[in-house]
Structure formats: C-alpha cells, structure tokens
C-alpha cells in the first residue's frame, strides 16, 4: 500500500486524506520550484487531469521545497486545478524514498502503487493518460 | 530528466575514482589510469549507464625528488586509454560497474638507436560494489558511499620488441589487484546544483607471473562542482596520490613510487537528457617522487561519452 498522508491544499483549501480517495484512481506527484522538468510538468498534469476528468480519478502534488515560499510563488504565477500539498520536511515524500525529481505514481483504487516514474520530459503526459485510463479500467 | 543526479551523481562519478592502479608506475607516470575511467552513475534501482571515456597521459618530465630536471635523453612517452564501462543499480543503495580497456603506449629515446616504441592491447579489467548507505534526496544533504572493487588481468602483458618489454609497456599489469574506496558528498542546497565531495581509494597490488608489483597506492581528493543549469556543468579539484615502490620478488625497484598532487578540472554537457559528454584534465601542481631520476606525467587529458537507460 502507498504510504498514507494527510494535509491541507495550499491552492484549493481542502483537507487531503489519502485514505479518502480509496475507490478513486491517484496520480500523486512531488516537485519541487527549482527543478525545471518539473515546472514544466505541472500544466501538462493540470490539462491530463482535464482530459480524463474527475469521476474515478484525482490528481494530487506535493511540493517538497524547503523554502514553501518559492513553491507558493510558482503556483500563484502558474496555478493548477489540483489540490497540492507542501512538505518541506519530508514527513510526505520520506516514505515514498524520494532521491531525485520529479518522481510520481500511479495509485490503484485500492491505494496501491502500480507505476511510478522519475522523470518528465514534453509528451509524457500522453503515455500517462493512457496508463490511468487503463488502471481506472481494470476490475480491482 | 536526471535533475538533482546531475551534479551530485557526475562529481561522485568523477572523483569517488580519482586515481587508478599505477600501471606504469617503474617510470611513475601514473601510468593508464583506469578507476577514472569507470562508470558509476547508476544511483537509483534499475538504472544503467554506459560509458564511453578516453585519457591521454604525456609522461616527459623528468624529475629528481620534487625538483624538475632537464631530460638530456631526449625521451617522449605517452600513453593512451580507451575505457567502456556499465554501471548499473541494483537498489537504491547497491550497485556494480564494471570495464574493459585497451591501452597503447609509445615511447621514444631519442639519444638511442632504438627509435619508437609502441605497445597496445587489451588492459585489465575492473569490477566494483557500490553500496551507499547515506544517499542525498530533497531531505537529506549528505551522502556517504562504500566500495569494493577488484582488478582483473584480461590480456597478455608479455609484448615483445626482441625481449620482454618491460612492465609500464605492457596494456595489462598481469596481475590482480584489490581497491577499497569511500566517498562523501555535501549539497549545499535543496537542488544540489552545487556540491563538495572528498574521497579516498587505496589500491593493493598483486605480483604478475614474473613476480612484479606495482607499488600499492593511496588516492584522496576533494572538490566542488556546479550545475549551470540542466545541460552544463563544472567541477574543479585537487587529487593527492602516493604510491610504494614497485617490487620484483623481494627487492624495491630504485626510482618508482612517490607521492603527486593535482589539480584536476572537469566540464559535462547534457547533449540529451540521456547523453552527456564530459572533458576533464589533470594538471601537475607539485610531486615528490622517489629516487635519483623518474619520468612522470606532464599533463594528461580526457574525454567521455556516458548513456544513460
């Protein structure tokens, strides 16, 4: 199972459990301000999230700068529809064995990681979408 | 994307292997080193890195202790490295890599009648065991790593001019030799676009089947490198080399072995997210070397291509 957390959105203001999203398909994404594949992911992620909508399924990122104003400050110049978390200290990425970013996953209805990845380049977000829409199509 | 591998992981590349085994070591010249040459970029499970690097050591100074002396003889040599190397983790914290070299040597002794020299052929072999217990990630500044490696004869070192030519003419040492290292690394931020890293090898060398040594050697170095951005990067160093003197059975071979310090600058472009190539230099700064007269490395350069899967 993934590892659990908890926290507050910064950008929409919701209580983020991730038990909560049991029965809902997660991409769940850590970045950081200062890496730049993965600023240029985070539109990529928010027009994926658009394409696939979300009845069964719900992006959700962490920003792991040390310094939350940086990454608040991106967010505020280039905003995205999902809910993103903060953790500077690690207390949500530690868990999922973060060394390099960007690094993201795949989590199953049932909470368990079934993909994960290290890198972002331009294009990947179609591999992704296809990826998600076969988990979300896959009898649990 | 290897962002935040970039500098950190490069510079370990580069400096967790700062010298190699003294393959040359009757003339102290550093010789064909090899650890520089081996690959150990792979960090995370699953990676793999080929490499692609070569090295070219000009070895006409000539030195007496620490002072340099005008060489009379009118000698010139030069030996030339060609390294492929894989590295590839096994875990997050494990890893192996391991190369194949071909070595050419030339020498010339203009005052004699007997013109060039040349050697090639395939070197020896290496295979080292990484495990990184201390890794750095966006929580975690330091990184502390261990290793174990092994040097393996591959070919002949038998070559002949009408004798047997002697042992820093031969591509292969022929003989075994067993290398330790460690290595730490500090982040001087989150993104790890600026890093220290100090290591430190020692190398113990086996006799060949003529019942020569290489002397063993200790290597230390410590520098700092900075990521430019996503494609470029630099690095700057000082490397600090002793070695024994060679041995056959139980006596010292007179005029080999000493002590060099270096300085040794680095750049790495990322032509591709996969594929970086990467110069780098050693330049002498001072020696202190063993015997009446010895012929050491006046410069040396190199060049590397590394892909990454």
Known sequence: MAPGFSGQAVNTGQSIRLQDYAGKVVFLDFWASWCPPCVASLPAYNQMRRDIGTDGFEVIAVNVDEHSEDGLAFLRRHPVDYPVLLDPAGDIGIPYQLRTLPRSFILDRSGRVVASYRSYSAGDEQMLKQEILRVMGSPE | ?309
């Open chain 2, 1 to 309: 994307m290897k962002h935040r591998v970039g500098t950190a992981g490069w510079l370990i590349a580069l400096a967790l292997c700062g010298s190699g085994p003294a393959l040359g070591a009757t003339c102290s010249c550093a010789g064909t080193p090899l650890l520089t040459a081996i690959d150990t970029s792979a960090r995370e499970k699953g990676q793999l890195f080929i490499s692609y690097v070569t090295e070219d050591h000009r070895i006409s100074d000539l030195v007496s202790g620490s002072r340099d002396v005008r060489d009379e003889t009118g000698r010139d040599r030069e030996s030339f490295s060609q390294v492929v190397s894989a590295s590839y983790a096994l875990t997050d914290r494990w890893a192996v890599s391991a190369l194949v070299s071909h070595i050419e040597h030339r020498r010339t002794i203009r005052s004699s009648q007997l013109g060039e020299t040349r050697t090639s052929g395939i070197g020896d072999s290496v295979i080292l065991a990484r495990y990184t217990p201390i890794v750095i990630t966006p929580f975690n500044r330091h990184e502390w790593a261990l290793g174990l490696g092994l040097r393996i004869p591959s070919a002949d070192d038998d070559l002949a001019d009408g004798f047997i030519l002697s042992e820093d003419m031969q591509p292969s040492t022929g003989a075994r030799g067993t290398i330790l290292w460690t290595g730490y690394t500090y982040a001087f931020n989150q993104a790890a676009t600026v890093v220290f890293n100090a290591t430190a090898n020692y190398t113990d060398n086996q006799s060949n089947d003529r019942q020569y040594a290489f002397g063993d050697e200790v290597s230390l170095f410590a520098g700092v490198g900075h990521n430019m951005g996503p494609r470029f990067s630099y690095s700057v160093g000082l490397r600090y080399r002793r070695t024994d003197a060679d041995s056959r059975g139980k006596f010292d071979i007179p005029n080999t072995g000493g002590e060099w310090l270096d300085f040794v600058p680095a750049v790495q472009w990322s032509l591709t997210d996969r594929l970086d190539l990467g110069l780098s230099g050693r330049i002498p700064i001072a020696r202190d070397l063993n015997g009446a007269l010895q012929f050491t490395t006046s410069y040396s350069y190199g060049f590397s291509l590394s892909y990454g899967f």
